[in-house]
């Protein structure tokens, strides 16, 4: 089975800096679409970006010229690169995949869908 980890939440002041990670753990074959998603207290879980393949990416409006997604293949890794933080980034920022393939302990492909990480606090303040 394969797991992800998020890394690199924290603490920041407005106007700050960090760098979220993602890294899928396992056998991995291949990875489709890797997403961010985050979620404030009170509101709903929503999407800040996603990755597809090494190149094609999209970001909502909110966070569009801040933030930066980007994948190491070679590490399953997937970052994002989160600049002039504002209260308003404060969230729980959840790690997404849609479809990944992986070898199992046997040798076997096996097909995943909608993996989620554990998530990673964000917090903005001053």
């Known amino acids: 089975q394969v797991q992800l980890v998020e890394s690199g939440g924290g603490l920041v002041q407005p106007g700050g800096s960090l760098r979220l990670s993602c890294a899928a753990s396992?056998?991995?074959?291949?990875?489709?679409?890797v997403g961010w998603y985050r979620q404030a207290p009170g509101k709903q879980r929503e999407l800040v970006a996603t990755?597809?393949?090494?190149?094609?990416?999209n970001y909502a409006d909110s966070v569009k010229g801040r933030f930066s997604i980007s994948r190491d293949g070679a590490k399953n890794t997937v970052y994002l690169q989160m600049n002039s933080l504002k209260p308003e980034d404060t969230a729980v920022y959840y790690c997404h995949v849609d479809h990944l393939t992986y070898y199992t302990d046997t040798s076997q492909l096996k097909d995943e869908y909608d993996s989620w990480g554990q998530g990673t606090q964000v917090t903005v303040s001053s």
């Open positions: 990755i597809t393949g090494g190149t094609h990416t």
């Open positions: 396992g056998n991995i074959f291949s990875i489709n679409t």
